[in-house]
């Protein structure tokens, strides 16, 4: 098989399918819509994989917005193609989520067209819920990684990266339960709940100096009482615990619930404390396969910043570090803003619908479809890619 010819085409595939590909983009970036509920993304998408002659399993792995199709055939095993879609409250497609969903989708409509001159499968994963909810950890948890022997997707940045930084991340939300009592008559019969979780914020606050420097932890008051003039009978907060691994992440979690308990026990309120179902790993970074999507790209003319050069703060989490302890895995960045726009920010919502945004859904799709056949085609790669995998990986 002529890998390089195989390359070449599904280059030209995605190149014809420029006008399609970077209207889903845009339909995507304008209609954006929070974690779980992103129906008119799936609707764009398995269209265009519909259209395409693909049967496509909508409501896949037990979520509703979740879809998969697999296409394909061989011995050389089957390839993840991951497309993530949810957005961000206020801020819109401040991830550039639109642009993973495009590349993904895109490189699985390319390949599609090589039908039976594959030499193994593809399935293209829509995976909802990214940004809160760890969806991808919840449809492996059903089988959608199941008879997958790699994954990969892309992720848009202000600039191009083999990797992203990652650490392990907890959601948690708390609610306080006090006494209501008017605020000004008989304030000595309340017991408030907002106090409870003022307390529970700012002994989190000074925690933080004595946390190591690779943990993190963040929240927001969601509900901070009722009216000034009655004393809060419930508040309510949501925190993001990080670790730089995920056996690191539980002894900062009891740090963290003690927090809220002592709050609780200040004032007199009850807490109720809610982990999410799911934890956020660590991404279990596969070289092989990383270097062979670098190279690819390369050939595309992006040019990749040093890893080893990022200020040692700079680190996010991503569910795709679920996927990549069960399977070798790659979440390579792409840039799709200038240099100094850094993603979660208004301005880099700008930049996923425009010309950079474009280009770095295009050259993804043709990054990741080319090495989807680097995996497919060259057993030595697979063979290393599986042993980095085994080898590294923490015991
Ligand atoms: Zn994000
Ligand atoms: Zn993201």
């Known amino acids: 098989m002529d890998v390089e010819r195989l390359k070449n085409e599904v280059c030209e595939s995605v190149d014809a399918l420029t006008e399609e590909l970077l209207r889903i ?44 199709t697999e296409f394909g055939q061989g011995e050389a095993g089957c390839v993840a193609l991951l497309a993530e879609y949810d957005a961000l409250p206020l801020i819109g497609h401040a991830c550039g989520h639109n642009v993973i969903a495009t590349a993904s989708v895109g490189a699985g409509l390319a390949l599609a067209r090589l039908a039976d001159r594959l030499p193994g499968r593809v399935r293209v994963l829509g995976t909802p819920a990214e940004e809160h909810g760890c969806g991808k950890e919840l449809m492996a948890r059903e089988g959608a990684f199941e008879g997958v022997d790699a994954a990969m997707m892309i992720h848009p940045a202000g600039v191009n990266l083999a990797t992203m930084p990652c650490i392990a991340m907890a959601e948690v939300d708390v609610t306080f339960h006090g006494q209501s009592a008017h605020a000004a008559a008989s304030p000595e019969r309340g017991v408030n709940a907002l106090d409870a979780l003022v307390l529970a914020y700012q002994a989190i606050a000074q925690l933080r100096q004595h946390i190591r420097s690779g943990e993190r932890v963040h929240g927001i008051i969601t509900d901070g009482g009722q009216a000034p003039n009655i004393v809060p009978v419930r508040a309510a907060g949501r925190f993001y615990v990080r670790a730089p691994n995920f056996k690191k992440l539980a002894p900062l979690k009891e740090r963290i619930e003690a927090c809220f308990h002592a709050g609780a026990k200040a004032t007199g309120a009850d807490v109720d404390v809610q982990w999410g179902g799911a934890d956020y790993r660590d991404i279990h970074y596969n070289d092989p396969l990383a270097k062979a999507f670098q190279a690819n790209a390369e050939k595309l003319g992006r040019e990749f910043f040093p890893f080893e050069k990022l200020p040692p703060s700079f680190s996010g989490s991503t569910d795709l570090g679920n996927v990549s302890y069960r399977v070798p ?32 859904a295009l050259d993804g799709a043709k990054a990741l479809a080319m090495t989807v ?16 995998f085994d080898v590294q990986l923490p015991k």
């Open 373 to 388: 056949l680097d995996y497919l085609a060259d057993a030595d790669l697979r063979r290393r890619s599986h042993d980095f």
């Open 329 to 360: 895995s790659i979440h390579p960045m792409l840039a799709s803003a200038p240099s100094h726009c850094i993603i979660h920010n208004p301005e880099f919502e700008k930049w996923a619908g425009s010309e950079m945004g474009d280009s770095a």
């Open 25 to 68: 983009s845009h339909e995507i970036h304008a209609n954006p819509e929070l974690a779980f509920e992103e129906r008119h993304a799936v609707a764009t998408l398995t269209e265009a994989l519909v259209a395409s002659g693909l049967d496509v399993d909508t409501g896949a792995y037990g979520l509703e917005t979740a879809f998969a």
